[in-house]
């Protein structure tokens, strides 16, 4: 077994939650109404000791030992099979679920974050449990009431899994490209059964040995539908056919074909699938024809969170380990004190310099995640129709920013903790270099970083006639106005009111290119637009978090537990805005460039 | 045997040879006169037939074999055995080295693209050949005749391979803490011959199975002698005695106790090595007792530009392969085509711009280190001394930047070779992933990157009154200036002359800083100056290419070869100042904030 090196504290993920977003708030709505605020923190408190005993110490077996193949099973590592009992079995992994099909009902805002510890104790294995959860909340939500009877609850309660089948050997970012088949008429008895016939790639968690059955959400052309992403419609297609009593029947004909060799999450079955190759794979139609493409997109959003939470949890677990081992290494001197004894590296000046971009970093990603569950939960559950749609609105606006910035940046996150492992970061004895190989999956799938630009840009901007771009601007704008002359953070609140600018400015022109023929300077900036966009919303939420943090400060001990955290949030809210906000106006200067020597060069100079 | 990727083109290493750098000038140099631009070219083209057919094939095998230890042995890859053969009986091992002891004597800036060729195909071998070269150098250049009759023909021929031999598991990059002991009076014969006893870590090919023997240069402390850096003596520790008509004598009791598992470069062996374990082992001393740092740092500035001659050569593999996919894999229509068929992804706007950046990143970064390893060959061999002295003093000055902005930047740039990719770019069937394991070492060895900025801030800044620095800077903004209005360049140029101001604006901070006690800022900074000096260097660099190859493309076809070349060398050059150069102001106003969070923070707060 490998070292266990999760030593992840709440106290951030309980300050994001009490202090700075006040979800006690969403106590009120009815669905909450039977959770304390004392229920949500034990739960936090309860997730950390699931990280630390149950997950922690598999993270290290799942990259050495990894997942194999032969003869179509894949074996995961002995530790999965206990993480999936403890997931499963005491309702983690349908915490954010309706009570109805056996989940906990929890906030999606306390959900989200009990993940991210999860994901921060070994990443690869919640793939299993975030590919159930968001296979049955799409039947939950588009099924028939057989359907739901059938599988919701076996899936939520872990005795069987969950897969997204998109993705074949050309149609990858292009899904409408696919070419699997669904023909109809196989079940004179029932119209919604059709026989599906395909190969899909890069299926994660596609086959393994947790569950007695899988259950693949698979999207296929009806023979006759339109090309495109018009004529894909989604299908159920159980590993093992599920009877109407629910009872296991044959096998249906699926068969793992391969697993991918990768750079990192060797833990979670990357697999080739094959349906129907002897010709008895059944599929069950879910929703209508050709629905499929919006449908897929409502597991693609939680989906997309998910990186988000994938990302700030793995990129937790790189600090974590590197403060704790700053901490411990002794060798040298400070440059400032050149000549002195030897001194643990925490206090070397560089090395703390790279820590802060860590803990400023995760802390940053962590309340921007919160911040859009928070959303979430008020979109689905307030009683007003009118806030539950500007605040669906603003999750829209900000899901791809999650996805995108949060992955790339947490990416560059981990080079800062290997650095300050020196040598022994790029050692597999420390858990850093696995961070940076198993984080670097989530610029890539759930749509590349450069999609989510482009969603960004070409479909949530002009959202609601582009009105919840401009609150949000506004009320950011507004809010460092107010806070212009600020003793401590005045110089934060300055740079935050002109990062507002650019990101207008980014608008405004991309506004022009696209009526004023020059679109395609749209695809050389856009990801450079949402960077700007998550860091002007990063520095804001850690400037209302340093804010609270002061004006508590003012009420504890300094030297306290709740001191030095207060005093830590404080210099995070200031470092952030001084050294990673501040990239947003060299991209601003690259926009003024208007730059096409990419798409001007002859494509034989590559 | 792994798929042999290698499919570097050397358009680009000739343009930076013979049309940007113009080196048929230093064949005018006694040492260089019998060669002729003819026959560099032809090294150049024979480089590129040993990187396709001798090391390409190894690179896969390197990582998936890797080396294996047991029992004190470490068994390399069966390519690895080849790949020796033909670089060390064929010269290439000892290119540069004199042909007093069987060198090729060619000048230091072909070596040095030869190399990042080599590198290009397959590093980790090549770190085999780079260690007996330097350890070889040390010798040839501190020894006594008898040393040098004994050691340095058998290492430049590859009977016999090198090491150094800083780090333990206590000294890292504060070397002075070494503990490893060399006790005097062991043969009354010959003083020189010291007992050794100590451990060495992270001995980079430091035991495995491509030589009869290792010469090891081991940095000990002899008994008694001063404590810290200043009290540090190198010595030559066979691996098997070596008798003094050079035949093979007794193992010289020097055990490799283990090997570590990386992150990636995993044919090269990291080992783990116990001198003296039984007292047995003898060590030479070289040079003066006391005098082993300044000889190191010898070979460490050699090694130094090794690691920026490894990140390009790296980076352009990635490159390479992602610009071969992207004209292979059809996929999609492009944004501003959205309707349109299928095409290939390089007809792709955000491809072409990650393409771009690949492209336009590898040739500054090739332009850079020519252009330093040129100022090498003048220092060397220029018969004016006043000549040589300022190339001396430039290559010094810019030495840390090639480590340090080449490694980090190539690391970026691999990223986005796999974002190229998609979800085959996180599979091991292409070399992308593997190429950001493997370059990522580049980074940490050789003195970390930040040692990089404490020794150009430190030691290059004020070396000579300031002069060189002044020189460079005044160099740049006068040609900067004399092109303000170029018909295609004045943006470009526009741009590097600030940069050049942004260069100055830091060098004049942080001589305040020092001089006001104020120097605890210098470290928060010191890494973003580097960057920004090495940006303003390879845009200028660019920028002179680019001019260069305007002046070519008016003499000839625009669809042939060099047309298509030369255009897309204008587009490098735009491409690069107008995205990368850019990043220069985000430093620098982050600079202006001169912000010490990470230092005020409480410790315990991280």
Same mark, same amino acid.
């Not at 074996?75 to 099909?101: M, R, Y």
């Not at 400070?334 to 703390?352: C, F, N, S």
């Given at each position: 077994?490998?070292?266990?090196?999760?030593?992840?504290?709440?106290?951030?993920?309980?300050?994001?939650?009490?202090? &700075?977003?006040?979800?006690?708030?969403?106590?009120?709505?009815?669905?909450?109404?039977?959770?304390?605020?004392?229920?949500?923190?034990?739960?936090?408190?309860?997730?950390?000791?699931?990280?630390?005993?149950?997950?922690?110490?598999?993270?290290?077996?799942?990259?050495?030992?990894?997942?194999?193949?032969?003869?179509?099973?894949?074996?995961?590592?002995?530790?999965?099979?206990?993480?999936?009992?403890?997931?499963?079995?005491?309702?983690?992994?349908?915490?954010?679920?309706?009570?109805?099909?056996? !989940?906990?009902?929890?906030?999606?805002?306390?959900?989200?974050?009990?993940?991210?510890?999860?994901?921060?104790?070994?990443?690869?294995?919640?793939?299993?449990?975030?590919?159930?959860?968001?296979?049955?909340?799409?039947?939950?939500?588009?099924?028939?009431?057989?359907?739901?009877?059938?599988?919701?609850?076996?899936?939520?309660?872990?005795?069987?899994?969950?897969?997204?089948?998109?993705?074949?050997?050309?149609?990858?970012?292009?899904?409408?490209?696919?070419?699997?088949?669904?023909?109809?008429?196989?079940?004179?008895?029932?119209?919604?059964?059709?026989?599906?016939?395909?190969?899909?790639?890069?299926?994660?968690?596609?086959?393994?040995?947790?569950?007695?059955?899988?259950?693949?959400?698979?999207?296929?052309?009806?023979? !006759?539908?339109?090309?495109?992403?018009?004529?894909?419609?989604?299908? @159920?297609?159980?590993?093992?056919?599920?009877?109407?009593?629910?009872?296991?029947?044959?096998?249906?004909?699926?068969?793992?074909?391969?697993?991918?060799?990768?750079?990192?999450? &060797?833990?979670?079955?990357?697999?080739?699938?094959?349906?129907?190759?002897?010709?008895?794979?059944?599929?069950?139609?879910?929703?209508?024809?050709?629905?499929?493409?919006?449908?897929?997109?409502?597991?693609?959003?939680?989906?997309?969170?998910?990186?988000?939470?994938?990302?700030?949890?793995?990129?937790?677990?790189?600090?974590?380990?590197?403060?704790?081992?700053?901490?411990?290494?002794?060798?040298?001197?400070?440059?400032?004190?050149?000549?002195?004894?030897?001194?643990?590296?925490?206090? &070397?000046?560089?090395?703390?310099?790279?820590?802060?971009?860590?803990?400023?970093?995760?802390?940053?990603?962590?309340?921007?995640?919160?911040?859009?569950?928070?959303?979430?939960?008020?979109?689905?559950?307030?009683?007003?129709?009118?806030?539950?749609?500007?605040?669906?609105?603003?999750?829209?606006?900000?899901?791809?920013?999650?996805?995108?910035? &949060?992955?790339?940046?947490?990416?560059?996150?981990?080079?800062?903790?290997?650095?300050?492992?020196?040598?022994?970061?790029?050692?597999?004895?420390?858990?850093?270099?696995?961070?940076?190989?198993?984080?670097?999956?989530?610029?890539?799938?759930?749509?590349?970083?450069?999609?989510?630009?482009?969603?960004?840009?070409?479909?949530?901007?002009?959202?609601?006639?582009?009105?919840?771009?401009?609150?949000?601007?506004?009320?950011?704008?507004?809010?460092?106005?107010?806070?212009?002359?600020?003793?401590?953070?005045?110089?934060?609140?300055?740079?935050?009111?002109?990062?507002?600018?650019?990101?207008?400015?980014?608008?405004?022109?991309?506004?022009?290119?696209?009526?004023?023929?020059?679109?395609?300077?749209?695809?050389?900036?856009?990801?450079?637009?949402?960077?700007?966009?998550?860091?002007?919303?990063?520095?804001?939420?850690?400037?209302?978090?340093?804010?609270?943090?002061?004006?508590?400060?003012?009420?504890?001990?300094?030297?306290?537990?709740?001191?030095?955290?207060?005093?830590?949030?404080?210099?995070?809210?200031?470092?952030?805005?001084?050294?990673?906000?501040?990239?947003?106006?060299?991209?601003?200067?690259?926009?003024?460039?208007?730059?096409?020597?990419?798409?001007? @060069?002859?494509?034989?100079?590559?």
């Amino acid at each position: 077994m490998g070292v266990n090196y999760f030593r992840r504290d709440t106290r951030d993920t309980k300050f994001v939650l009490f202090e &700075h977003l006040k979800v006690d708030r969403l106590l009120k709505y009815e669905r909450f109404q039977d959770f304390t605020v004392d229920d949500l923190a034990m739960i936090i408190d309860e997730a950390q000791k699931v990280g630390r005993e149950v997950l922690g110490p598999g993270l290290q077996d799942g990259d050495r030992i990894g997942c194999s193949y032969a003869d179509g099973a894949v074996t995961t590592p002995d530790l999965w099979k206990e993480s999936w009992k403890v997931l499963t079995e005491n309702g983690w992994l349908a915490a954010v679920c309706s009570p109805e099909f056996g !989940g906990q009902g929890l906030p999606a805002v306390v959900g989200g974050l009990v993940n991210e510890i999860f994901n921060c104790a070994n990443m690869a294995m919640m793939t299993y449990t975030g590919l159930t959860l968001g296979a049955g909340e799409l039947i939950e939500a588009f099924g028939t009431e057989d359907d739901k009877a059938r599988f919701v609850e076996p899936m939520y309660s872990g005795r069987w899994s969950g897969t997204m089948c998109l993705t074949e050997a050309d149609a990858g970012s292009d899904v409408g490209a696919l070419r699997t088949r669904a023909i109809p008429g196989v079940d004179p008895g029932d119209p919604r059964i059709y026989k599906i016939e395909g190969g899909k790639r890069f299926i994660t968690c596609g086959e393994h040995d947790l569950t007695e059955n899988i259950i693949h959400m698979v999207l296929a052309r009806i023979e !006759g539908g339109p090309a495109g992403t018009k004529g894909v419609s989604l299908f @159920i297609v159980p590993k093992i056919w599920v009877n109407e009593d629910g009872s296991l029947g044959e096998p249906n004909d699926v068969f793992c074909t391969g697993i991918e060799h990768k750079m990192g999450i &060797h833990g979670s079955s990357t697999c080739s699938l094959s349906f129907g190759e002897k010709g008895g794979c059944r599929g069950i139609l879910l929703g209508e024809p050709h629905s499929g493409m919006a449908k897929m997109f409502q597991m693609m959003n939680g989906a997309r969170i998910g990186c988000g939470v994938q990302a700030t949890g793995i990129a937790t677990n790189a600090y974590d380990a590197a403060r704790i081992y700053a901490k411990e290494r002794v060798q040298g001197a400070p440059l400032t004190q050149r000549h002195g004894a030897a001194v643990p590296i925490v206090q &070397h000046e560089d090395v703390r310099r790279m820590l802060m971009n860590l803990k400023a970093g995760t802390e940053a990603m962590r309340a921007f995640l919160a911040y859009l569950l928070v959303n979430m939960d008020i979109a689905e559950s307030d009683p007003d129709p009118e806030v539950r749609k500007q605040a669906g609105a603003r999750v829209e606006l900000l899901t791809p920013l999650v996805k995108a910035y &949060h992955t790339d940046f947490g990416y560059n996150l981990t080079r800062d903790a290997i650095q300050v492992f020196g040598g022994s970061g790029y050692c597999s004895d420390f858990p850093v270099e696995q961070a940076a190989r198993d984080i670097k999956i989530l610029s890539i799938w759930e749509g590349t970083n450069y999609i989510q630009s482009l969603d960004l840009v070409g479909r949530k901007l002009g959202l609601d006639g582009g009105q919840p771009f401009q609150t949000l601007l506004g009320e950011t704008i507004k809010f460092a106005k107010a806070n212009a002359a600020d003793p401590d953070f005045a110089a934060d609140f300055g740079l935050l009111e002109k990062a507002v600018g650019v990101a207008g400015d980014f608008a405004k022109r991309f506004l022009q290119y696209f009526s004023s023929g020059r679109a395609s300077l749209v695809p050389m900036y856009s990801t450079r637009f949402l960077e700007c966009l998550a860091e002007m919303m990063l520095a804001r939420l850690m400037l209302e978090q340093g804010l609270i943090a002061r004006e508590k400060l003012a009420g504890v001990d300094p030297a306290s537990g709740d001191g030095v955290f207060y005093r830590g949030k404080i210099a995070s809210a200031k470092f952030f805005c001084r050294n990673i906000l501040t990239n947003v106006f060299s991209r601003h200067l690259a926009l003024q460039q208007e730059d096409l020597s990419a798409l001007e @060069i002859p494509e034989e100079a590559f």
